[in-house]
């Protein structure tokens, strides 16, 4: 069972800033678009953003743009989520998913299209944002 694992969750105050990994153990990330996802509690999952397998398009959802930035080094197998001026409004528990096909993120369909095409999906990390 292929499977991706969350780290760098935490508390921080609004304004703040916290860096996610997603990395893998059994299988090598190059060849998979990833994507971040949050779910807050009784919303539902929504995308944050996601990276292509080559790393040359990414893509973020309108509240966090100009905030958050995904990168990859495949070198590390493991794709970051820069989270800079937390709000509160972030706070959530933070998913990462491999996609094989890379091709929702390549095309930047819209991610509420995109959150169930995700092939393998981590445990998620929690975030929460408060003073």
């Known amino acids: 069972q292929m499977q991706l694992a969350e780290s760098g969750g935490g508390l921080v105050q609004p304004g703040g800033s916290l860096r996610l990994s997603c990395g893998a153990s059994?299988?090598?990330?190059?060849?998979?678009?990833i994507g971040w996802f949050r779910q807050a509690p009784g919303k539902e999952r929504e995308g944050v953003s996601c990276?292509?397998?080559?790393?040359?398009?990414?893509d973020y959802v309108d509240s966090v743009k100009g905030r958050f930035t995904i990168s990859r080094d495949n070198a590390k197998n493991t794709v970051y989520l820069q989270m800079n001026s937390l709000k509160p409004e972030d706070t959530a528990v933070y998913y990462c998913?491999?996609?094989?096909?890379?091709?929702?993120?390549?095309?930047?369909?819209?991610?509420?299209?995109?959150?169930?095409?995700?092939?393998?999906w981590g445990q998620g990390t929690q975030v929460t944002v408060s003073a």
């Open positions: 998913a491999a996609d094989y096909s890379d091709y929702y993120c390549s095309h930047r369909v819209p991610f509420p299209v995109t959150v169930k095409e995700y092939d393998y």
């Open positions: 059994e299988f090598t990330l190059d060849n998979y678009a």
């Open positions: 990276i292509s397998s080559s790393g040359g398009v990414t």
